[in-house]
């Protein structure tokens, strides 16, 4: 039963990775198809800030999985560790 509550937060810590890779990547992406959508309409003026996305509550989402996986992980990798022994 160890075994898999340590693989789920070892997937859970994963998951946190994931959502932080996926987030930098949105913020990299999403300003380059403001400007290709404003060059598509041909209306208005291009700003590059009205298409920046805040994620500051995501990111810390994902930290936070980052850390309870790693967290709990540790705590059943010792309590498997001292029951073998």
């Known amino acids: 039963m160890n075994k898999i509550l340590f693989f ?3 997937l859970i810590a994963v998951i946190g990775i994931c959502i932080l890779f996926i ?18 309409a041909m209306a208005g003026s291009y ?8 994620f500051t509550v995501i990111n810390l989402f994902a930290i936070l999985l980052i850390l309870v996986g790693i967290l709990a992980g540790y705590k059943i990798y010792k309590k498997v560790d001292i029951l073998s022994k």
Request: net charge negative.
């Open 8 to 10: 789920c937060c070892n």
């Open 23 to 40: 987030t930098n990547i949105l913020d990299e992406v999403f300003p380059m198809m403001g400007r290709i959508a404003f060059q598509a």
């Open 47 to 54: 700003s590059r800030s009205d298409y920046i996305v805040n």
